[in-house]
């Protein structure tokens, strides 16, 4: 019983590939590079239940150049799906360490296009894949110098008070810098206290 389940799906897919040879498959895609596509069929005559009923579509250049997987069906759950073009001409440029794809965005959307008609022809769902996105996140913190990557920034924005006060003990402390060290020591104090002062203030009048 079992052995008759696994030849069903086993036969299933070797009729597809069968039907696709003689209709897709012998349509060329004119371009850089003139091409067709190829449906794969199983080689056993068992796919394990279905779990091996999988086959590929590829495109095969007619100069003989390597051949490249477009798309996916699924046996077992009537689905095929096809890759984006961006994802494929990578896939290809890395494989073969290349620059070149010798497909045509409008030869690869014709392709799709005739891969879509035949499926649904057949029962079956037909999905593009989405591209993977690999970019980070434009929203990320960036590490500031001498900030641990990954660590948050603690520092808060002074308020109006405390921001004027801080100018204005900066600028005075630039002029006395060169009177000696001891009266930049009290100009900090200084500039500590009007902080202090001016906070508090503030806090005062928010919640009086």
């Given at each position: 019983m079992e052995?008759?389940?696994?030849?069903?799906?086993?036969?299933?897919?070797?009729?597809?590939?069968?039907?696709?040879?003689?209709?897709?498959?012998?349509e060329p895609f004119v371009g850089?590079?003139?091409?067709?596509?190829?449906?794969?069929?199983?080689?056993?005559?068992?796919?394990?239940?279905?779990?091996?009923?999988?086959?590929?579509?590829?495109?095969?250049p007619e100069d003989g150049g390597p051949a490249t997987v477009i798309a996916t069906a699924y046996q077992v759950d009537r689905r095929a799906e096809a890759r984006q073009y961006e994802a494929v001409a990578e896939a290809y440029k890395q494989r073969f360490r290349t620059n070149a794809f010798p497909v045509s965005p409008?030869?690869?959307?014709?392709?799709?296009?005739?891969?879509?008609?035949?499926?649904?022809?057949?029962?079956?769902?037909?999905?593009?894949?989405?591209?993977?996105l690999a970019r980070p996140s434009a929203t990320a913190p960036r590490a500031t110098a001498g900030m641990q990557p990954g660590a948050a920034p603690v520092a808060k924005r002074p308020t109006a008070g405390q921001g004027s006060a801080a100018r204005t003990?900066?600028?005075?402390?630039?002029?006395?810098?060169?009177?000696?060290?001891?009266?930049?020591?009290?100009?900090?104090?200084?500039?500590?206290?009007?902080?202090?002062?001016?906070?508090?203030?503030?806090?005062?009048?928010?919640?009086?």
């Open positions: 052995d008759g389940k696994f030849t069903m799906y086993a036969g299933k897919s070797v009729a597809l590939a069968e039907v696709f040879k003689f209709t897709v498959g012998k850089p590079t003139v091409c067709r596509l190829e449906l794969s069929a199983p080689s056993e005559e068992s796919t394990d239940g279905g779990r091996l009923a999988v086959q590929h579509v590829s495109i095969a409008g030869q690869f959307d014709e392709m799709t296009r005739k891969l879509k008609a035949f499926f649904t022809q057949f029962g079956f769902t037909f999905e593009i894949q989405p591209l993977a003990a900066a600028r005075s402390a630039v002029l006395d810098g060169s009177r000696g060290g001891s009266r930049m020591w009290i100009v900090l104090a200084v500039v500590a206290v009007v902080i202090a002062a001016a906070a508090a203030a503030t806090v005062y009048f928010l919640h009086g």
